[in-house]
Nanobody, 124 residues
Framework: QVQLVESGGGSVQAGGSLRLSCAASERTFSSYTMGWFRQAPGKEREFVAIISYNGGTIDYGDSVKGRFTGSRDNAKNTAYLQMTSLKPEDTAVYYC?????????????????WGQGTQVTVSS
């Protein structure tokens, strides 16, 4: 059972930056693909980024490409999401998720382990 804890959310003005962290309890963290998703009020959960087990493959949702950067530090059992040039439409609860599937999936159903989420609010 992988336990995930997100941190780093908060309120920021448009154009600002935040870095989210996702700390994993599992000592085999390095074998898991990590995903970032978000859910805005009244909307479905949306794919944000995926990071392969070794960080060699990273992909992003179209709405965040060029602004967000995913990474991981397997020595610290932690994944990160650096968010820059934030927009009001980025306001959402952000979740990290883990899956043992090696080929990084972008669909939330492929991820059995989820964090509790962290709120990001971007004001105009």
């Amino acid at each position: 059972q992988v336990q995930l804890v997100e941190s780093g959310g908060g309120s920021v003005q448009a154009g600002g930056s935040l870095r989210l962290s996702c700390a994993a309890s599992e000592r085999t963290f390095s074998s898991y693909t990590m995903g970032w998703f978000r859910q805005a009020p009244g909307k479905e959960r949306e794919f944000v980024a995926i990071i392969s087990y070794n960080g060699g493959t990273i992909d992003y949702g179209d709405s965040v490409k060029g602004r967000f950067t995913g990474s991981r530090d397997n020595a610290k059992n932690t994944a990160y999401l650096q968010m820059t040039s934030l927009k009001p439409e980025d306001t959402a609860v952000y979740y990290c998720a883990a899956t043992p599937i090696v080929v990084p999936p972008s669909t939330e159903n492929a991820y059995p382990y989820w964090g509790q989420g962290t709120q990001v609010t971007v004001s105009s």
